[in-house]
């Protein structure tokens, strides 16, 4: 079943063309992954698909009664409303019956007087099915950290913001979620959360990620915004870099025979009879095409870049001792740590942890409560901030680079301009000229990241480097990066891009702990999910050997009171819970069965390997959630 078809859409900004007679359909269950470069118009096509734009030409239809719901970039909402307004707006009624009992709970001191209309919308929320759903909205909150539900948006941060406009569009359930960059501003668990979530759900998606895990574990097509046309892959993304240089390999052959043949029609052009009056208009429409092909030049793919690296000097730079708090907020305490000559340093933990308060600490733009920092005479920092986007009004592209060096040193003895530079990072020479203020987001970024390379450091810190980044820009700065001869230490949520550069991680643990861990991301995962098993394992063990002793001194007491520990929502959520469980431990079975019963139809068994792991999930929340009711009882 068709949910969206987009036919002959065109885009342009003055002569900048950004796509020009694309169309594509997205169908039900269909997930996909839309790349392109910084500028490309990936950001305008969703806009047109939400119906928050109109195209230049073409047009957009949503199937009758497919619900869409669209997550921009950077989120625009009332600044007047609270968050809790803004995550129960739906046209769904299970929202609204519940945002009125959310409501209503909330006005304690005239709780007699509202009684009856609590009674009476209990009803309505039980003949709706609606507490279930309720449980998943509480999920979806807790899970994306958004625990500030009384909040005006005029008093959020940019990166609550997106958390509040990704929790409303996932509590919304539409039938089609067009994302822009939803990993932005989300912590590594939050993502990992996210990717389980929608890759379990049958919702149809389209979204814009630089995470290259994430968007192997949630698509399996790609569609690319290149020059203006839309081509199409099915399959991951590994896929489809082996066959998007095929396809540019290709282009480079068509380009050279389009050459050769427009060279032979441009001498029949020439040596034709001027006073000639019958020559071939088909035949001049035809070159005229051909010179087209002939002069297209690929975008500059930018190469391998070995900058020489400064010289770093016996000492790096030594912590000793080092504290910082704010208020209640610990964020350091007493950390002690000296760096060597190429340490590669990840640094991850929750939102909130203090992670970029750290980093400035290391620079020295914020004061330590107490400790030391000595670094070495020789090291000069690069710091690529969160907040780093700050260039002049009236600066220009190339402008905004020169000012920091005209050239740069090379690793061979050879120097590179600023101007081949900005090419190299995807700034064609027609951009240098522009003014910084009408470049992308993104672009900007990839401008300021370009800034603080150019000033040739030998001690990197990035913080949050790859949002807004493009695949083909983060390919190349993984790539630099990887053979930089410095310090680097890096703040990122890309789990991708942190496995391929760093040694160790520094993981904030909260309450001013920080532990050194030696390993990629990837490895201190299966390390903490190893832990996190025993953990349990040992729990379920003194649990059991708990009750043995029990119940060899006295009977355990009937449970005839327990309900009263729990509301009526609770309680009423509490009993459905274990049918549920039952049900699902059922099916999780039946599915294990089909699928060790074997058979040579590969995409029925990796739908029944899809399915699997959506009631695995579902069962593993639900066992949490009977487990936490069972505590309060």
């Known amino acids: ?68 719901a669209f997550l921009p970039q950077e989120p625009d909402m009332p600044s007047e409303l609270t968050v809790r307004d803004v995550v129960f707006a739906s046209d769904l009624t299970a929202i609204q019956l519940l945002a009125e009992y959310e409501q209503l709970l909330l006005q304690v001191g005239e709780q007699a007087e509202l009684q009856d209309r609590i009674d009476r919308l209990t009803a309505e929320i039980e003949a709706q099915d609606a507490w279930e759903y309720e449980v998943k909205i509480q999920q979806i909150l807790s899970r994306l950290g958004v625990d500030f539900l009384d909040r005006h948006i005029s008093e959020l941060s940019g990166g609550q913001k997106k958390r509040v406009a990704l929790a409303q569009a996932l509590i919304g359930n539409p039938d089609l979620l067009i994302m822009d960059e939803p990993t932005n501003h989300l912590d590594l668990e939050s993502i990992e959360w996210l990717e389980k979530f929608l890759s379990t759900s049958k919702q149809s998606i389209l979204v814009v990620t630089h995470d290259r895990y994430f968007l192997d574990s949630i698509t399996n097509e790609i569609f690319e915004l290149d020059q203006g046309k839309l081509f199409k892959y099915k399959g991951n993304y590994a896929y489809f870099l082996e066959k998007k240089d095929e396809r540019e390999s290709q282009q480079l052959l068509d380009q050279e025979k389009a050459r050769n043949l427009y060279s032979r029609e441009l001498e029949w052009l020439r040596r034709s009879p001027k006073a000639r009056g019958t020559k071939a208009k088909y035949r001049i429409d035809a070159a005229k095409d051909l010179e087209e092909k002939a002069r297209y030049r690929p975008p500059n793919l930018p190469v391998n870049l070995q900058v020489k690296g400064r010289r770093i000097g016996g000492k790096t730079m030594e912590i000793k001792h080092l504290r910082k708090s704010y208020g209640e907020l610990n964020i350091l305490d007493n950390f002690t740590y000296t760096f060597g000559r190429r340490d590669r340093v990840g640094i991850i933990g929750p939102n909130g942890v203090g992670k970029t308060t750290f ?39 190339l402008d905004s680079v020169t000012e920091i060096a005209e050239e740069v040193e090379m690793s061979k003895r050879q120097s590179i301009s600023a101007s081949q530079l900005l090419e190299h990072f995807l700034f064609p020479r027609r951009m240098h000229s522009h003014l910084v203020s009408t470049l992308s987001g993104g672009e900007k970024r990839r401008l300021h990241l370009l800034r603080v390379l150019m000033a040739n450091p030998n001690f990197l810190v990035l913080d949050e480097p790859t949002n807004d980044l493009d695949l083909v820009t983060l390919r190349r700065l993984e790539e630099f990066l990887f053979h930089f001869d410095g310090c680097l230490m890096v703040v990122t949520h890309d789990r991708f891009f942190m496995d391929r550069l760093v040694d160790h991680l520094f993981v904030f643990q909260g309450e001013g702990k920080i532990k050194d861990y030696p390993g990629s991301y990837s490895q201190y995962r299966e390390w903490k999910q190893q832990q996190e098993q025993e953990t349990i394992s040992q729990e379920k063990a003194k649990d059991k050997s708990s009750t043995q002793r029990e119940s060899t001194v ?33 099916k999780k079975a039946a599915l294990e069965s089909q699928m060790n019963a074997g058979g040579s139809d590969f995409e029925a068994l990796q739908e029944l390997a899809k399915e699997l792991e959506r009631v695995s999930t579902e069962l593993e929340e639900k066992t949490d959630r009977w487990l936490e009711l069972s505590e309060m009882v």
């Not at 790349?35 to 939400?50: D, E, H, R, T, Y």
């Not at 009526?568 to 049900?583: A, C, N, W």
């Open 554 to 586: 006295s009977p355990r007491p009937e449970k005839k009171n327990s309900s009263k520990k729990l509301s009526y929502k609770d309680q009423r959520e509490f009993d459905m819970l274990e049918p549920q469980i039952e049900e699902l431990e059922e």
């Open 1 to 68: 079943m068709n949910y969206l078809s987009a036919e002959n859409l065109s885009r342009a900004y003055g002569d900048k063309v950004l796509f020009d007679g694309i169309s594509f359909g997205i169908d039900q269950g269909q997930k996909i992954a839309l790349i392109g470069v910084n500028g490309c118009g990936k950001s305008s096509l969703f806009k047109i698909l939400a119906g928050l734009d109109a195209p230049d030409d073409g047009k957009v239809t949503v199937r009758k009664g497919v619900r869409l």
């Open 359 to 397: 980093l400035r600490l290391l620079l020295e733009e914020e004061a330590a409560d107490s400790g030391k920092i000595r670094v070495g005479e020789t090291i000069v920092f690069g710091y690529y901030s969160q907040s780093g986007l700050k260039f002049k009004d009236n600066a220009r592209v």
